[in-house]
């Protein structure tokens, strides 16, 4: 029997750009999906025959159609360009910083994650990376596209991607936790207990939730969003015009507070910081007041701060570095010797710093090895090349079959009136709790062995956390 293709674009002017193939093979259905000139994501159901793969496929398309997809011919129209930070990157005039190690991704990175165990780097290759504290590199994955940045919730960590995609990485296999729309260009996001806040190059923000849902969206104040945090109450959006405070669950504005335009946003438990455009880092209390700036020689381009913000840290487009104390008096500023900082973190007396040169760099940042760089005294640097074979591009919906029930928790995979659901199998778990589960791998009937299922922070739902198989 011979395979049936249905191919459909929705392409806008200033909005959506993205394709929707659905193709039947005998009782196979297989659908792609994704922005117009990349490969999209896959998903592949089979039915009991083949007219019932059809009806599957034409109820699929029917949907398209009304949302204003029409029949189109793959390739003859291209690929938009993807919204990237350029900096046209000088060296900085001050002294080099006690630059401990350096590693060379071999692309503009833009993810930095790091705890007490390793530290990640994610490239504009889609490379991450991650090491140990002593530069050794412990292993590396490929995701389809660039990876923008990399962003922790609780024990989840996620990377999130120029094809509209976040990604868990807290198994073996990363798997796409979140599918932003195809048409939302992602400038950076957060996540707090599941619930997701993406800003975007026109200036939007979204709110999504643990079953990748949309909340809510607001078009902004401004444009060019590089700025949101998440946390209980609330989301912050910094963009051209300042930072906006949204109320989580409705999206209602709760506050707006005009500073220069936000090129990168930090938080700490009652403020918010702002990188911006007019050389400072501009600490906002939670409701919006302003309570300090922290100046700077050249716009941020980064920012961070020590626990509980005992020092502030901000990165500028000079390949300098900054440190500031709480009361805005500032402390140092150095070079960083490969490229502005993107993006940062601070830990355990360490600021580490991704570059435009595609460097995650270590820096002492230590009161002895401040004073001994001011003074012109610094360590040699280590430098680390990326391995010379780079990864092959993971496959997120490929999942590992077993027939062992040891090891884990058992799901299941359910169709609630046309939405499929996770809910535990296992004993001592809520029934009627449903599991935050990676979407691209739910089939109507299907068990799952996973690592561990946690309850979330605020209740109410289970998250899925580590490997996953599925039962034969």
Request: hydrophobic content about 35%.
């Amino acid at each position: 029997m011979s395979q049936e293709t249905t191919y459909l674009e929705l392409s806008e002017v200033d909005g959506a750009h993205k394709f929707y193939e659905v193709v039947v093979d005998d009782a196979t259905l297989t659908v792609r999906y994704g922005r117009i000139g990349d490969q999209g994501q896959v998903k592949t159901s089979g039915y009991p025959d083949n007219a019932r793969a059809r009806a599957a496929a034409a109820k699929k398309i029917g949907e398209k159609v009304r949302k204003g997809y029409a029949p189109a011919v793959p390739g003859v129209r291209q690929k938009r360009a993807v919204s990237r930070r350029q900096i046209v990157s000088t060296r900085s005039t001050a002294r080099t910083a006690p630059v401990l190690w350096r590693y060379d991704s071999g692309a503009p990175a833009f993810g930095i994650f790091v705890d007490g165990q390793h530290c990640m780097v994610g490239n504009e290759h889609g490379v991450i990376t991650t090491l140990d504290h002593d530069a050794q590199v412990r292993s590396q994955v490929r995701l389809p596209d660039g990876v923008k940045c990399i962003v922790a919730d609780d024990a989840w960590v996620y990377a999130g991607c120029d094809d509209g995609n976040v990604y868990d990485l807290s198994g073996k296999v990363p798997r796409v936790a979140y599918a932003i729309a195809p048409e939302i260009d992602i400038y950076w996001l957060d996540i707090h207990d599941g619930v997701l806040g993406v800003s975007d190059a026109d200036g939007g923000i979204t709110a999504v939730d643990h079953e990748d849902e949309f909340l809510w969206r607001r078009p902004g104040r401004g444009r060019s969003a590089w700025m949101v945090r998440c946390d209980t109450d609330a989301v912050y959006h910094g963009h051209s015009q300042g930072v906006t405070g949204y109320e989580w669950r409705t999206g209602r504005e709760l506050w707006h507070t005009r500073t220069g335009s936000v090129l990168f946003g930090w938080q700490e438990h009652g403020s918010v910081f702002a990188g911006t455009g007019t050389r400072e880092v501009v600490r906002l209390s939670k409701a919006g007041r302003h309570e300090r700036s922290y100046r700077c020689d050249a716009p941020v381009f980064s920012c961070a701060t020590a626990e509980g913000g005992r020092f502030v840290f901000a990165g500028d487009s000079q390949s300098s570095i900054y440190c500031f104390d709480a009361d805005g008096t500032r402390l140092w500023k150095l070079g960083t010797g490969c490229g502005s900082a993107y993006s940062m973190q601070y830990h355990d007396d360490r600021l580490y710093v991704v570059t435009t040169g595609g460097h995650l760099a270590c820096v002492d940042a230590s009161e002895p090895a401040i004073r001994a760089a001011q003074a012109g005294d610094v360590p040699q640097v280590r430098d680390i090349k990326a391995p010379r074979e780079a990864p092959r591009p993971v496959e997120p919906t490929i999942v590992e079959v077993t027939s062992d029930l040891g090891g884990g928790v058992l799901v299941q995979c359910l169709d609630d009136r046309g939405r499929l659901r996770v809910q535990v199998l296992s004993d001592g778990f809520r029934r009627d709790w449903s599991v935050q589960f990676p979407k691209g791998i739910r089939e109507p009937g299907a068990r799952y062995l996973v690592t561990e299922v946690r309850e979330s922070s605020r209740g109410g739902f289970y998250r899925a956390y580590g490997d996953i198989r599925r039962l034969r």
